[in-house]
C-alpha cells in the first residue's frame, strides 16, 4: 500500500481541487479543504538494548604453550582452528639425544643396584659373625663362671658314685687276678685269655685313676691354670665379638654410600624421563588452536612460543565504562551484544573496584555462551545493558516537526490536526523510528504522513491507517 501513497495521494488532492472549483463556480468557496494524511494509532514496545559500548571478544582461557626442551621440531600435529583435548600432543622434538640420555641413565640404575644388593648381603654376613661372635663369648663366660665356682653338689655327687663304681670295678679284677694266674699255671685257659684278663684289669685300674682325678678336681677346685684358661677364653670372644661388631657397622657404612648411589641415579633416571616426556608438547586444556608459530624442520630453543590454545565455548569481552556510569553495571546483569546483526545475551562477571587512571574508566568484564563457536576472538561487538521488560512509544521520524522549536506532532481528534508536543527519548529504533519519551499515551493516534502541511486545527482525512 506505501508502494501506492504518491499517486492516491496525488489523485485525492486533483479531486480535492476539482471540487473546490466547482463550489467556488456555485458560490461555496468559503468551505474548509481537508488535508489527506497516513496515520497510526500509539502502542507500547519491548525497547531495544542502546549498543553504547564495543569491546573485543576474547577466549575465556587463553594459554600460550612453549617448548621447555630446545631442540628441533620434527612434527606438528595440529593447524590453527583446530579443536583439542587436554594431553593431545601437540607437536614433537627430534629426541634423539634423550633417549640417549635415559639408556645411560637405566644403565647407572641397573649398576647402582647391583652395588646395593651386594652391600646388604656384606651386611647381613656380617650381622651373622656377630652373632656367632657372641654365642662364643656366652660361652666362654660362661665355662669361666663355672670354673671359679667350682663343682655344684649335683656334680661332686655324680662323681662321687663313678668313683666308688670304677673301685668296685677294679677290687673284682683284682679279686679274680690270683684265680686267672692259678689257671693259666694249671694250663686250663690259654695265654690269650689270661692276657686279656690282664688288660681289663689294667683298664679298670686306670678308670679308678681317672674317676679319683675328677673327685680330687672337683673337691679341690680348680686350678691357677684352669682359672687362667678360662679367662683368656673370654677376653678372646670379647675381641671375636667387637671385631664382629666392628664389621658390622663397617658394612652398614657402606650401604648407605651404596643406597645415596643409587639413590642419585635415580634421581638421573627421573630426569632422562622427564626430558624425554617433554619431546613432546601437550595441550594443558581443552580448547581450540588460535594461533601456531612451531614449523617443521625449525630449532626451537626452550621457551619458544608454539601454540596459543583458546577456550571460546564461552567467550569474554572487556569494555570500559565510564566511571559515572559505573554504578549502572552489577555482576550477574544482563547485557546485550551485537556482532554483524547477530545478537545475543551475556552476563556481567566482573567490575573492576578501581578506574584507569589514563582513561578514567573503569573495566567490566562480560561473558557470553558460544556453543555454536560462530563468534571468534578478535571480533569488535557493540555491547549494552539489555532493555528485557522494558517497553517504550515510538514514532515514525517524518510524524515528528521541529522547525529549531520544541519538537512535536499532530494527533487526529475527532478529524482535526491536534498540535502535541513531545519530548524525545534517546532510543532509535531498529527502523529508524524515534522514542518518545512524554507526550504521547498508548492508544493516541498519530498523523505519520503528511504532518509537515499541516497547521494546528487543520482538517484532515485518513487516506490509510497503518495502526498496529
Known amino acids: 500500500m506505501k508502494g501506492r501513497w504518491p499517486a492516491l495521494f496525488l489523485a485525492i488532492s486533483m479531486m480535492m481541487i476539482t471540487a473546490a472549483c466547482g463550489s467556488a463556480d456555485k458560490g461555496t468557496a468559503s468551505e474548509e479543504v481537508a488535508t489527506a494524511v497516513q496515520v497510526i494509532t500509539i502502542k507500547k514496545e519491548p525497547l531495544n538494548a542502546e549498543y553504547n559500548f564495543s569491546g573485543t571478544l576474547k577466549p575465556e582461557q587463553e594459554a600460550s604453550i612453549s617448548f621447555q626442551v630446545a631442540g628441533q621440531i620434527e612434527q ?7 579443536p583439542i583435548k587436554a594431553g593431545d600432543v601437540l607437536a614433537v622434538i627430534d629426541d634423539e639425544n ?20 651386594a652391600a646388604k648381603a ?58 686267672y694266674a692259678n689257671l693259666y699255671s694249671a694250663g686250663l685257659i690259654s695265654l690269650d685269655d689270661y692276657e686279656k684278663f690282664q688288660l681289663q684289669l689294667k683298664d679298670a685300674e686306670t678308670s679308678l685313676e681317672n674317676a679319683k682325678q675328677a673327685l680330687s678336681e672337683l673337691t679341690e677346685g680348680a686350678t691357677a691354670e684352669q682359672r687362667k684358661s678360662a679367662q683368656a677364653g673370654v677376653e678372646q670372644a670379647k675381641a671375636g ?41 601437550t595441550a594443558p586444556i581443552d580448547g581450540v588452536i588460535l594461533s601456531k608459530r612451531a614449523v617443521v624442520g625449525q630449532m626451537a630453543p626452550a621457551g619458544a612460543e608454539a601454540f596459543v ?18 554504578n549502572q553495571w552489577k555482576p550477574g546483569q544482563v547485557v546485550a551484544l551485537e556482532q554483524n ?5 551475556g552476563t556481567v562477571i566482573r567490575v573492576s573496584p578501581a578506574t584507569n587512571q589514563g ?52 494527533k487526529h481528534v475527532n478529524g482535526k490536526a491536534v498540535k502535541t508536543v513531545v519530548e524525545l527519548g534517546a532510543r532509535i529504533s531498529e527502523d529508524n523510528r524515534l522514542s518518545i519519551a512524554s507526550g504521547l499515551h498508548e492508544g493516541d493516534v498519530v ?17 490509510e491507517d497503518n495502526a498496529k
Open 76 to 82: 606438528t600435529l595440529v593447524e590453527a582452528g583446530d
Open 98 to 117: 634423550a633417549q640417549l640420555q635415559l639408556k645411560q641413565a637405566q644403565n647407572g640404575v641397573a649398576q647402582a643396584a647391583g652395588q646395593l644388593s
Open 122 to 179: 656384606g651386611v647381613e654376613a656380617a650381622q651373622a659373625q656377630a652373632k656367632a661372635a657372641k654365642a662364643q663369648l656366652d660361652t666362654a663366660e660362661a665355662n669361666l663362671t663355672a670354673v671359679e665356682k667350682g663343682a655344684s653338689a649335683q656334680k661332686l655327687a655324680q662323681t662321687q658314685n663313678a668313683v666308688a663304681m670304677a673301685q668296685s670295678a677294679y677290687d673284682k679284677f683284682l679279686a679274680d687276678e690270683e684265680r
Open 241 to 281: 665379638k667387637s671385631a664382629a661388631e666392628a664389621a658390622v657397622e663397617q658394612a652398614k657404612g657402606g650401604q648407605m654410600q651404596v643406597q645415596a648411589a643409587y639413590d642419585q641415579a635415580m634421581i638421573q633416571l627421573e630426569q632422562a624421563q622427564l626430558a624425554l616426556s617433554k619431546t613432546k608438547l
Open 309 to 326: 590454545i583458546g577456550t571460546i565455548d564461552t567467550l569474554m569481552v572487556p569494555i570500559a565504562v565510564p566511571s559515572e556510569q559505573a
Open 341 to 345: 546483526g547477530s545478537k545475543r545475551q
Open 359 to 410: 582513561t578514567g574508566t573503569l573495566t567490566v568484564e562480560v561473558s557470553l555462551p558460544n556453543p555454536k563457536q560462530d563468534w571468534i576472538p578478535g571480533q569488535v561487538v557493540r555491547v549494552g545493558l539489555s532493555s528485557a521488560g522494558q517497553e517504550g512509544i515510538f514514532v515514525p521520524a517524518g510524524a515528528v516537526v521541529s522547525n529549531g522549536q520544541e519538537p512535536y506532532v499532530f
Open 447 to 463: 498523523v505519520s504522513i503528511g504532518a509537515d502541511r499541516l497547521f494546528d486545527g487543520d482538517t484532515i482525512t485518513v487516506v
